[in-house]
């Protein structure tokens, strides 16, 4: 059985999608606009982004202007904060973040601030970007309905044993770079760091749920071959490549997000991952530790995701 998408009505609710320009997060904003929210996607690309929107309006049958663009390369905190402070001069009103962009990459790369790319990602700019937005989430509740913030994040984050093993190596510099151990230790991170600011926000307007999307077949999961694992696990690959991201689509992929977007049943609970069927389920021994979520949102905001010390 697969995701039961809510069907309520989104009509008056703004929602920012990241990396809203393919793969699952196109799909998402396709979801949302069906629902009758005003939606704007970011991505890096311009005309990728411009076709998104067409494609989005068109799936929806969205009014003129009610599907909107912005160009953000999320790996550097700058660009994070240009973003937010566009969003906020453009959106009076905010009602649902879905941090969504995501990269994992087979070399390691670093940023220009050289910050190892996964962390920067799928790490840092979700957080930061939550933070700046987050005022504005929070005057968009109303009695009954609380603003939602979603963290894309993925089960992936289960190959990583300790937390340790992510926190003591945050930027992928220890041994030879794996992509799959690096995409995992940042999303363990990112989930980390989510659990402790769904704490820091409390019962507040605000409320923050990560949801698993499940293997896709996008752009991320057909760029990856079997060197992207560790060495023990190559062999699996073609077969779980067969099973998973091949059979699968990114329009199913989305139906956890849109249910941790949409469900009434999620109203005012904070702190939940959805699987990938978008049901409440537990994370992974390893990202259980309060003291671990408090390291991990400390390593981000050390890193530039504190909001209180404005970066370049
Ligand atoms: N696909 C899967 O099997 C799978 C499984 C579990 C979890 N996930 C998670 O689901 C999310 C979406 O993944 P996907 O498979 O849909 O990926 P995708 O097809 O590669 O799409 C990624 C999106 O993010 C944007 N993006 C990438 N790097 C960016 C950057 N540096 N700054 C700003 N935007 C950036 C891309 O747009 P531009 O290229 O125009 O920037 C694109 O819109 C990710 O968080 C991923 O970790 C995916």
């Known amino acids: 059985m697969d995701t039961r998408v ?9 929602a920012l999608v990241t990396g809203g320009t393919g793969g699952i997060g196109l799909s998402t904003a396709v979801g949302l606009a069906r629902r009758g929210a005003e939606v704007t996607v970011t991505g890096r690309d311009p005309e990728r982004g ?66 190892e790319e996964n962390l920067a990602v ?45 926190l003591g190596d945050p930027q992928a510099q220890a041994g030879p770079y794996v992509a799959m151990t690096a995409y995992a230790r940042s999303k ?18 605000v409320t923050v749920t990560a949801v698993d999307p499940g293997p896709a077949d996008t752009g991320m999961t057909r760029a990856m071959d079997r060197t992207f694992l560790p060495p023990a696990m190559r062999a699996g690959w073609a077969l779980y490549y067969r099973l998973g991201p091949a059979r699968r689509s990114a329009e199913t992929a989305a139906r956890s997000t849109l249910a941790a977007a949409a469900s009434a049943e ?32 400390a390593l981000l905001d050390a890193l530039g995701a504190d909001t209180r010390t404005p970066c370049t």
């Open 50 to 115: 411009r076709e998104a929107v067409r494609r989005i309006a068109e799936a929806a049958g969205s009014a003129p202007g009610a599907v909107r663009l912005r160009i953000a390369d999320l790996g550097a905190p700058g660009a994070v904060r240009r973003l937010a402070d566009e969003v906020l001069a453009d959106h009076p009103r905010l009602h649902l973040l879905v941090n969504n962009a995501g990269v994992n990459h087979g070399t390691r790369r670093t940023t220009p601030d050289g910050l």
């Open 6 to 14: 809510p069907d309520r009505s989104l009509a008056g609710r703004v």
């Open 122 to 166: 799928n790490a840092l700019a979700p957080l930061l970007l939550t933070r700046l937005l987050h005022g504005r989430l929070a005057a968009g509740a109303e009695a009954g309905r609380s603003s939602r913030v979603v963290l894309v994040n993925t089960s992936a984050h289960k190959m990583v044993r300790r937390a340790a093993d992510a």
């Open 266 to 297: 999620l109203e005012g609970r904070t702190g939940l991952y959805l699987d990938a069927r978008g049901r409440p389920a537990r994370t992974s021994p390893a990202s259980r530790d309060p003291r671990d979520h408090d390291a991990a949102l």
């Open 188 to 205: 363990l991170i990112a989930l980390m760091a989510g659990f402790a600011l769904a704490r820091e926000l409390g019962d507040g307007p």
